[in-house]
Each structure stands twice: as structure tokens, then as C-alpha cells.
């Protein structure tokens, strides 16, 4: 069995260096877990964990969406983690429209927003926000006390149940408490039971299928039309 | 709040008690402000088309309100905070601190050591309220009580407010905006004279006065560095306020620590400012990562600083003497 964790947060908003300070509070944690990274196009995360001693993969979603991408392929991702010998997994993905969140029912879910984004991104960012347990707020030592006060308000509105800690993602301030609430504090859990906290919608358009034309004529299933 | 009583009150007067709801409905075209029915009658008696529109449901929608309305209840906790305490770890060389720290509201506290000393980390374990869990192994008190993941969120994440040097304003609003903004999401009652006050108070501190309509981006540094201690001291309630180095921002020091000990705010400061370090009450001495020494400042010392003060404002004559273009010639 393998304690799981799911990580996600827009893209830039500090993913990266969250897991990486939270992986290097724990001493030893390091040989003990993995990093499965989902994403676009590029792998250049892959590096940056490789450079901290923390075996991570990257899964490249190409044209598909990396939050599709990432339920098709958890599975696989647990098996790699169990060759390997880890007792953690931990995933990371950048969703991209922010109608739907990675995460599982019964793992522990965190959200990482950036505190620079502007204070209508909890808002914006959704089932990401709303479904984790915890909001991780990045770069707020870099803004005036009002305004992490008034972002930690705006996420209480979207998630008042969450947990928001405060992280400095440079001087890893803060990592090790996130790490003690998601690690020690994991489920294990059967692959069989994992299910999704929230149905993500399906690529029913034709658009989400490839198509690059314009124009009524192209538009084949759900579409909505805007009001104007 | 009851969650019961608000879904079964006419739209028109949750906003009207508590204009932070029409956030929450204007974010789904609802005209609250001349609504006669309720949240569950508005409802259930909406067309198809209003779900289409909002692509969301009824229940979508209800768990929302529910969520909101949880959401402004937390924000609107208060607890009073009597003493703070840091109880003392191990230094850099992991020998025990020589002393504990006790701090009283309304009490100005300075930490002071050389550059690299430890300064900026004992504030660091009081914004963490380290448990023994930091490399100093310091334990944070409040009220007497160890702190843990959950005391400040039983403050609502309202317990500790920071100032320093790196801050900056990055939203994309006026100054005047901004702080109708932070007072409502600090609910409250009086919200527009709340940002009266600090408008004033913070061109007070400031010296070189500016607009309301301002964009906060736009602010100098002193001016930022005013409207965020006017801020912390007059919407934020925060009742411990931590400042990291503010000595070269330009604001009026004594009003600025005047301004928060009237507010009965616990205020600790690392500086290296002399003239600050005399305002202060007592005065913390870290060595080599360790708490070495408390010195209450005496009046002896109270009395250097109106030699100090006169020494300072004379370098403030040199500087502005400079910084307008003048030049020294013999006379
Ligand atoms: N008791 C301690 N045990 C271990 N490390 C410590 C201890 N105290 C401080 N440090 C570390 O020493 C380094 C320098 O400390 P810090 O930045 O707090 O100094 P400072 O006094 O604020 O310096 P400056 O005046 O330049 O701002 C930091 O990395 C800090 O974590
Ligand atoms: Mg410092």
C-alpha cells in the first residue's frame, strides 16, 4: 500500500518548489517518495526535482487535457511508485481551463494559488480550490499584509473548510507544517476505492477533438453559444 | 450566523445587514437589492434558462450560499490575546537561549543583533508559532497556551500581521478601493470611515501626502510603507504585529509606533535603528542565534534620545540638502 497525495495549482503558481521544500523538511523523505508530474508540453520541472536528490517522472498530456490525462493514467503511476519502493506518491498537475481538480476522495488534496494572481483567482480556479484541503498561498511575503489578509478571505468564501497556510516557497518557510498535515496525517489507500471528488466534463465538442476552423459549420456537439 | 434563518429571509435585507452577500449574488445576475423573496423561494422558482445561463443547478447553487455563508461567519471571529510568550530553544552552536521573552499588548518590544544574528528568525518562529518544531526549538505561547495548526485559525488567521521591507502593493486598484475592499472583507460595520482614518493616518506617516484615487502600485516606497501600518492598525486586527526593518522607508517612526500602541497591538520589531530601539519599551539582544538578554530601556537612555533625535535631524537636513540639488561652498 501507498499514501498518495495530489498537487494542483494554475500553472506558475509555485507547485514546484512547494514539494520540493515540503519533501526536504521530512529528513530521509526523500529516498522514500516519488514525483509523478503531469503536464502540456514541457518537462523542465523533471530537473529541478532531480537536482534536489527526488525522483520524479513526467507524464506529457500533448494534446490531451493533463487533467484527463491524469486519471488515465494514476494507475500506472501507482504501480511505478510500488517498483520503485516508495512508501508516497506524490502528483503534481497544472489544469488548464479550471473546470475540473485532480483530486481524489479520501487523498489528501492540496491546491497551491499564487498570492501575485490577483484576489479573484480563487474565484476563477474553481473545483481546484473548492475541492482541496488544503490552499497552499506562495509569494504572500511578498505583498502587503491587507492583501494575503484579503486573499485568504476571498478562498474561505469558495472553500470554508479548507486550510490555508502561508508558504514561502525561496526560504521553504511553512513547508514543514504542510508536510506535517499531509503526510502524517495520510490515508493509505486501495486503488480500488479511489474515486474522483468531482465528475470532470468531457470532451464533447469538436474542438476539444481538434478541430481548427472556425465557424459555425465545424461545430459538432455541446457547444453554448454566448449572449451578447 | 444561522444558516436556517438567512435562507428563509427576503434577498433585500441579507444584503441590506450585510452588504457582503451581494458579492455572492451579483456573481449570478441576481438583483438582490429589490428581491422580496427568499434564497430557497428564489430558487425554486427560477426558469430553466437562469440554470442554463449560470451553467449551475439548484443544488449547485445552494451548497454555495451554504459555503459563503460558513465562509463570512469564520471571518468574523474575534478572540483577545493577554500575553505572548517565546520560550527559549538552543542558539547556532545548539547550546540553550539564556532567557524567555513575555510580551504585553500595547507594549513595544525591539530585537537587535548584528547582521546574520537571528534577528529576522525569532520572528519567523512567532509568525510559524513554532512548537519545537524550528531549528531553534523555541515554543511559541499565547495566553500561556502552547500554539498549534489550529490557534490561528481560531483567530481566523487574524493573529499576526507583517511589515517589511519586501512588501509591496501588486493589486490593480486605488488606494481608496483597496481599503473599502480589505475593511469589508474584515466585515466591518463602519467600513467608510475606517478607510477616512487610515487615508489620514497614513499621510501622517507618510510626509509626502497622496490621493485617494492613487493606484496602490503607484505609491512610493514611504508611502507604501505608511498606508500599511495605518492599515494593519486600523483594519487589520491583528493583535500582534511583527516588523522586520522598516528604518529606511521614509515614514515617521514615532507616529507610526504610536499609532499601533494606541491600537493595544503586541509589537515586535528587528532593527538596527537606534533612535527606534529607544522608542521601544525593552529591548531583546539575539547572539549568535540565541535570545541573550532583555534590557528594559531606562530613563537614562530615554533621555539620549532627544540627543539622538537632534543628530538624526541633522542628517536629514544633509540629506534633503543633497537630494534638492544644493551644493557646499566656502563661505
Ligand atoms: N537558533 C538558531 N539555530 C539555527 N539557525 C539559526 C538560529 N537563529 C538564526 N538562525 C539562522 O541564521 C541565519 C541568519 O539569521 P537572520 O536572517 O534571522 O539574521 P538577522 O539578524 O535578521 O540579520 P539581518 O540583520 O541581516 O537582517 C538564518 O538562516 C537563520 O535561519
Ligand atoms: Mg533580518
Same mark, same amino acid.
Given at each position: 500500500m501507498i499514501d498518495l497525495i495530489t498537487i494542483a495549482g494554475p500553472p506558475s503558481s509555485g507547485k514546484t518548489s512547494v514539494i520540493i521544500k515540503m519533501i526536504d523538511s521530512i529528513e530521509g523523505f526523500k529516498d522514500k517518495c516519488g514525483v509523478i508530474k503531469f503536464d502540456c508540453?514541457?518537462?523542465?520541472d523533471e530537473e529541478q526535482y532531480a537536482k534536489h536528490g527526488i525522483t520524479a517522472k513526467t507524464g506529457l498530456a500533448g494534446n490531451l487535457c493533463p487533467d484527463h490525462y491524469f486519471v488515465s493514467n494514476f494507475e500506472e503511476c501507482i504501480n511505478w511508485a510500488k517498483e520503485k519502493g516508495f512508501s508516497t506518491l506524490i502528483t503534481e498537475s497544472a489544469g488548464l481551463c479550471n473546470r475540473c481538480a485532480p483530486h481524489l476522495k479520501n487523498v489528501p488534496a492540496i491546491c497551491i494559488l499564487d498570492n501575485?494572481?490577483? =484576489?479573484n483567482t480563487p474565484l476563477k480556479t474553481g473545483p481546484m480550490v473548492k475541492l482541496a484541503d488544503v490552499v497552499v498561498v506562495t509569494k504572500s511575503d511578498l505583498v502587503s499584509q491587507a492583501e494575503k489578509e484579503v486573499f485568504r478571505f476571498k478562498i474561505q468564501q469558495v472553500n470554508p473548510k479548507c486550510k490555508v497556510l502561508f508558504i514561502n516557497? =525561496?526560504?521553504?518557510?511553512g513547508a514543514d507544517k504542510l508536510a506535517r498535515l499531509v503526510i502524517t496525517e495520510n490515508k493509505k489507500m486501495e486503488k480500488e476505492q479511489m474515486k474522483l471528488r468531482f465528475s470532470m466534463p468531457t470532451a464533447l465538442c469538436s474542438y476539444c477533438l481538434g478541430e481548427t476552423r472556425v465557424g459555425e459549420d465545424f461545430q459538432i456537439g455541446l457547444n453554448r453559444k454566448i449572449k451578447l | 450566523m444561522e444558516t436556517e434563518i438567512l435562507l428563509h429571509k427576503p434577498l433585500k435585507e441579507i444584503v441590506n445587514e450585510n452588504p457582503l452577500f451581494s458579492d455572492f449574488f451579483s456573481s449570478f445576475q441576481i438583483k438582490a437589492e429589490n428581491e422580496h423573496k427568499s434564497f430557497t423561494e428564489y430558487i425554486s422558482t427560477q426558469p430553466d434558462s437562469f440554470w442554463d445561463e449560470n451553467a449551475s443547478s439548484k443544488e449547485e447553487i445552494a451548497n454555495l450560499f451554504v459555503d459563503y455563508i460558513s465562509g463570512i461567519a469564520a471571518s468574523e471571529q474575534k478572540t483577545t490575546i493577554e500575553t505572548l510568550d517565546i520560550l527559549r530553544g538552543i542558539d547556532k552552536s545548539k547550546n540553550p537561549e539564556n532567557c524567555n521573552l513575555h510580551l504585553n499588548p500595547g507594549e513595544i518590544t525591539c530585537i537587535v543583533g548584528p547582521t546574520g544574528s537571528g534577528k529576522s528568525r525569532l520572528l519567523a518562529d512567532i509568525e510559524w508559532l513554532a512548537n519545537g518544531d524550528t531549528p531553534t526549538k523555541r515554543k511559541v505561547l499565547i495566553n500561556g497556551q502552547p500554539a498549534d495548526e489550529d490557534t490561528s485559525a481560531l483567530f481566523g488567521g487574524k493573529l499576526i500581521a507583517q511589515i517589511t521591507q519586501n512588501m509591496n502593493f501588486v493589486l490593480d486598484m486605488d488606494v481608496e478601493s483597496f481599503l473599502m475592499l480589505h475593511a469589508q472583507s474584515r466585515l466591518l460595520m463602519n467600513a467608510e470611515d475606517a478607510v477616512k482614518e487610515v487615508m489620514k493616518l497614513a499621510n501622517e506617516l507618510s510626509g509626502e501626502p497622496f490621493d485617494p484615487t492613487t493606484p496602490v502600485t503607484f505609491l512610493s516606497g514611504g508611502q507604501s510603507r505608511a498606508l500599511m501600518i495605518a492599515d494593519v492598525a486600523c483594519i487589520g486586527q491583528a493583535p500582534i504585529v511583527l516588523i522586520d526593518?522598516?528604518?529606511?522607508?521614509?515614514?515617521n517612526k514615532k507616529k507610526a509606533l504610536d499609532l499601533l500602541v494606541s491600537k493595544d497591538k503586541i509589537v515586535l520589531m528587528a532593527t538596527h535603528d537606534p533612535l527606534l530601539i529607544l522608542l521601544a519599551d525593552k529591548r531583546v539582544v539575539i547572539k549568535n542565534g540565541g535570545m541573550d538578554k532583555i534590557i528594559t530601556t531606562n530613563t537614562h537612555e530615554k533621555g539620549y534620545y532627544a540627543e539622538l533625535e537632534k543628530m538624526d535631524k541633522a542628517m536629514q537636513e544633509a540629506k534633503d540638502f543633497f537630494r534638492y540639488g544644493n551644493e557646499l561652498k566656502e563661505s
Amino acid at each position: 500500500m501507498i499514501d498518495l497525495i495530489t498537487i494542483a495549482g494554475p500553472p506558475s503558481s509555485g507547485k514546484t518548489s512547494v514539494i520540493i521544500k515540503m519533501i526536504d523538511s521530512i529528513e530521509g523523505f526523500k529516498d522514500k517518495c516519488g514525483v509523478i508530474k503531469f503536464d502540456c508540453l514541457s518537462a523542465l520541472d523533471e530537473e529541478q526535482y532531480a537536482k534536489h536528490g527526488i525522483t520524479a517522472k513526467t507524464g506529457l498530456a500533448g494534446n490531451l487535457c493533463p487533467d484527463h490525462y491524469f486519471v488515465s493514467n494514476f494507475e500506472e503511476c501507482i504501480n511505478w511508485a510500488k517498483e520503485k519502493g516508495f512508501s508516497t506518491l506524490i502528483t503534481e498537475s497544472a489544469g488548464l481551463c479550471n473546470r475540473c481538480a485532480p483530486h481524489l476522495k479520501n487523498v489528501p488534496a492540496i491546491c497551491i494559488l499564487d498570492n501575485l494572481s490577483g =484576489i479573484n483567482t480563487p474565484l476563477k480556479t474553481g473545483p481546484m480550490v473548492k475541492l482541496a484541503d488544503v490552499v497552499v498561498v506562495t509569494k504572500s511575503d511578498l505583498v502587503s499584509q491587507a492583501e494575503k489578509e484579503v486573499f485568504r478571505f476571498k478562498i474561505q468564501q469558495v472553500n470554508p473548510k479548507c486550510k490555508v497556510l502561508f508558504i514561502n516557497g =525561496i526560504t521553504g518557510q511553512g513547508a514543514d507544517k504542510l508536510a506535517r498535515l499531509v503526510i502524517t496525517e495520510n490515508k493509505k489507500m486501495e486503488k480500488e476505492q479511489m474515486k474522483l471528488r468531482f465528475s470532470m466534463p468531457t470532451a464533447l465538442c469538436s474542438y476539444c477533438l481538434g478541430e481548427t476552423r472556425v465557424g459555425e459549420d465545424f461545430q459538432i456537439g455541446l457547444n453554448r453559444k454566448i449572449k451578447l | 450566523m444561522e444558516t436556517e434563518i438567512l435562507l428563509h429571509k427576503p434577498l433585500k435585507e441579507i444584503v441590506n445587514e450585510n452588504p457582503l452577500f451581494s458579492d455572492f449574488f451579483s456573481s449570478f445576475q441576481i438583483k438582490a437589492e429589490n428581491e422580496h423573496k427568499s434564497f430557497t423561494e428564489y430558487i425554486s422558482t427560477q426558469p430553466d434558462s437562469f440554470w442554463d445561463e449560470n451553467a449551475s443547478s439548484k443544488e449547485e447553487i445552494a451548497n454555495l450560499f451554504v459555503d459563503y455563508i460558513s465562509g463570512i461567519a469564520a471571518s468574523e471571529q474575534k478572540t483577545t490575546i493577554e500575553t505572548l510568550d517565546i520560550l527559549r530553544g538552543i542558539d547556532k552552536s545548539k547550546n540553550p537561549e539564556n532567557c524567555n521573552l513575555h510580551l504585553n499588548p500595547g507594549e513595544i518590544t525591539c530585537i537587535v543583533g548584528p547582521t546574520g544574528s537571528g534577528k529576522s528568525r525569532l520572528l519567523a518562529d512567532i509568525e510559524w508559532l513554532a512548537n519545537g518544531d524550528t531549528p531553534t526549538k523555541r515554543k511559541v505561547l499565547i495566553n500561556g497556551q502552547p500554539a498549534d495548526e489550529d490557534t490561528s485559525a481560531l483567530f481566523g488567521g487574524k493573529l499576526i500581521a507583517q511589515i517589511t521591507q519586501n512588501m509591496n502593493f501588486v493589486l490593480d486598484m486605488d488606494v481608496e478601493s483597496f481599503l473599502m475592499l480589505h475593511a469589508q472583507s474584515r466585515l466591518l460595520m463602519n467600513a467608510e470611515d475606517a478607510v477616512k482614518e487610515v487615508m489620514k493616518l497614513a499621510n501622517e506617516l507618510s510626509g509626502e501626502p497622496f490621493d485617494p484615487t492613487t493606484p496602490v502600485t503607484f505609491l512610493s516606497g514611504g508611502q507604501s510603507r505608511a498606508l500599511m501600518i495605518a492599515d494593519v492598525a486600523c483594519i487589520g486586527q491583528a493583535p500582534i504585529v511583527l516588523i522586520d526593518e522598516i528604518e529606511n522607508a521614509g515614514v515617521n517612526k514615532k507616529k507610526a509606533l504610536d499609532l499601533l500602541v494606541s491600537k493595544d497591538k503586541i509589537v515586535l520589531m528587528a532593527t538596527h535603528d537606534p533612535l527606534l530601539i529607544l522608542l521601544a519599551d525593552k529591548r531583546v539582544v539575539i547572539k549568535n542565534g540565541g535570545m541573550d538578554k532583555i534590557i528594559t530601556t531606562n530613563t537614562h537612555e530615554k533621555g539620549y534620545y532627544a540627543e539622538l533625535e537632534k543628530m538624526d535631524k541633522a542628517m536629514q537636513e544633509a540629506k534633503d540638502f543633497f537630494r534638492y540639488g544644493n551644493e557646499l561652498k566656502e563661505s
